[in-house]
């Protein structure tokens, strides 16, 4: 079964540290890989894109890494500011169906930055 | 172009009515994507368009919903007889065949009352 799980659900951090979010799946075949940025209210945005033979990419103080062996990612924030204060959703894309190449979506780690 | 375009952004409706959500993809992407997301969760596909042409729906998607790209540009996405359940934020996205500029909108909020 196609499926991408987000490690933690919920996170808190104090401004200016640091953090990492987790995201394992299980999806085949494997097309690529997306993290968004999701703020309350709104749509997804997306943050960053990487197909198998990329396992890293950064933007900003954004960075995730992907290992298509493990099937794992993470998603690095540094220097975290409020404006971080989001959910953060991992995002597979594969699973061809009808053409479509399926965007397979985790349920999103919930990322709260303190001052 | 400023993007994905959904309107309304926040529905109120009591059960048992109709509502109707319109979504203006980006101008030159050909795919248009639905989705509906519930507190908590990410993401769930109902369907999608390539043109105007339909080429998968969600199990998700009962008789109740219907959805329509008549020209190939926007989109509307129609619940009749509304239940509480629907309420959720629903999610229209474009892209360029399956390439990577896939963009959302922010959405619409239903509501049930």
């Known amino acids: 079964k196609n499926q991408v799980e987000q490690s933690p659900q919920s996170l808190i951090i104090l401004e200016g540290k640091n953090c990492t979010l987790q995201?394992?799946?299980?999806?085949?075949?494997?097309?690529?890989l997306r993290w968004y940025k999701q703020d309350t209210g709104r749509g997804p945005v997306s943050l960053t894109i990487?197909?198998?033979?990329?396992n890293t990419k950064s933007n900003g103080r954004y960075t995730a890494t992907l290992d298509a062996d493990t099937k794992q990612s993470s998603l690095h924030i540094t220097a975290s500011q409020l404006s971080d204060s989001a959910s953060y959703i991992c995002?597979?894309?594969?699973?061809?169906?009808?053409?479509?190449?399926?965007?397979?979506f985790g349920a999103g780690t919930r990322l709260a930055v303190h001052p | 172009d400023t993007g994905v375009s959904q309107d309304p952004r926040h529905k109120i409706t009591k059960r048992g009515q109709n509502v109707t959500f319109r979504c203006d993809p980006i101008?030159?992407?050909?795919?248009l994507y639905w989705y509906r997301q519930t507190l908590g969760q990410g993401p769930e596909f109902l369907t999608y368009?390539?043109?105007?042409?339909?080429l998968e729906k969600s199990r998700l998607l009962s008789d109740r919903f219907s959805a329509e790209r008549p020209k190939g540009s926007f989109s509307t996405l129609e619940i009749q007889r509304t239940e509480q359940g629907d309420s959720a934020m629903y999610l229209c996205?474009?892209?360029w065949g399956t390439g990577m500029g896939y963009t959302f909108g922010s959405g619409t909020r239903l509501t049930v009352v």
């Open positions: 996205a474009s892209s």
């Open positions: 995201c394992n799946y299980t999806v085949s075949p494997f097309s690529n």
């Open positions: 990487m197909t198998f033979s990329e």
């Open positions: 995002v597979v894309s594969g699973g061809v169906s009808g053409g479509y190449n399926k965007l397979i």
């Open positions: 101008s030159e992407h050909n795919r």
């Open positions: 368009f390539q043109n105007e042409a339909q």
